[in-house]
């Protein structure tokens, strides 16, 4: 729960300010976790404590989640594609069914099944058609335990799954493996080998690929070659202007979705980076910060703030600004999910 958010006057003169001017009155929000606290009775407190993300936000309901967009999209109609929480340890039947649940009652508009791989087929078969869900979300964790795991595709994603995914056409948000993310030549290899063996399957790389640093996005795109727009790429957790730089000059923008990773990303805080890497600097007290910038932390606004800025920065160089923002913050996911 987001018990210890907080909205400053800060961050409504930023919106004001920087965002609000420039951003289209309609969002589609394509990657959004939605978790009841129950949900994650189970988690390990060793794997909470060594991952930075877990830390910043696992719970989050859906009455969290319309009190959060109602303060920070003031004014704005904000669509959302939900599925729960995907790492280990988490009670991911019963997260499922939530998502099934805010899906039977309307409540959000798309959602996503988190995949099981140690569910069989005929079952995740079931509870796909019944919970009324428009794809898969698989992670590498639920097999290996860590984020980023040195695992196969078919590990996580198994074969027998994903033909039942291609028979009904459905949509994979894919956060890809290993440290290396998505430049990784197993990792090229292996998603165009999906591609190739799944061709009813939309595939949407999350994250652009783990790509928050533009030479990652760079050499990803680089051995992607001719088909880069086979996929599509969400700015979940891309904070960089310069990887959405990248992302606008080499990827078709029909192709492109806007983000946010909620409630991962709901604190105040700012990103620094290097070509390769990234720090994260917050102003909430969590157990990774080390407030390495504690006099400038009152300047901070929120996350998905200085996020949409930059993109409303990046997308500002374009011929048509305003066409080329709805396209990226919402027609496309309209499109993607056949409500255009």
């Not at 609000?20 to 390990?44: F, G, K, S």
């Not at 899906?103 to 099981?116: A, C, R, S």
């Not at 994603?157 to 459905?170: A, F, K, S, V």
């Not at 894919?174 to 030549?185: A, I, K, M, N, S």
């Amino acid at each position: 729960m987001l018990s210890d958010f907080t909205y400053t006057q800060r961050d409504r003169d930023f919106y004001q300010t920087y965002i609000a001017p420039r951003l289209p009155a309609r969002l589609w929000d394509v990657h959004q976790h939605m978790t009841l606290p129950e949900q994650l009775a189970r988690m390990d407190p060793a794997m909470i404590r060594a991952d930075w993300a877990i830390q910043c936000g696992m719970a989050m309901s859906f009455e969290d989640y319309d009190r959060f967009r109602s303060t920070v999209y003031p004014g704005v109609s904000v669509s959302v594609t939900a599925f729960g929480n995907v790492v280990r340890g988490a009670d991911h039947a019963a997260n499922n069914a939530y998502i099934a649940s805010l899906l039977g009652q309307h409540k959000i508009e798309t959602g996503f099944l988190v995949l099981d791989p140690s569910v069989s087929a005929a079952q995740t078969e079931r509870l796909y058609d019944e919970g009324g869900f428009c794809g898969y979300k698989p992670y590498a964790d639920m097999v290996a335990g860590a984020k980023g795991a040195d695992v196969t595709f078919p590990e996580f994603m198994p074969p027998d799954h994903m033909r039942l995914l291609n028979e009904r056409q459905g949509k994979l948000m894919l956060h890809v493996p290993r440290p290396g993310r998505l430049p990784d030549d197993r990792n090229i290899r292996e998603l165009l080998e999906l591609r190739q063996q799944y061709p009813d399957i939309t595939i949407i790389i999350a994250h652009m690929g783990r790509s928050y640093c533009p030479g990652t996005l760079t050499q990803a795109l680089d051995k992607l070659g001719a088909h880069v727009n086979e996929f599509h790429y969400d700015f979940a957790a891309v904070l960089n202007p310069a990887v959405m730089q990248v992302a606008l000059a080499r990827i078709d923008h029909d192709r492109i979705h806007y983000g946010t990773d909620l409630p991962v990303f709901w604190w105040h805080g700012r990103r620094r980076w290097t070509e390769t890497q990234y720090f994260n600097l917050a102003r909430e007290d969590f157990d990774w910060n080390r407030h390495e910038d504690r006099e400038h932390e009152e300047e901070y606004t929120l996350f998905i703030y200085e996020q949409l800025k930059n993109l409303l920065d990046v997308t500002g160089q374009a011929a048509d600004p305003a066409a080329l923002r709805q396209q990226i913050f919402y027609a496309n996911s309209a499109a993607l999910f056949g409500r255009g």
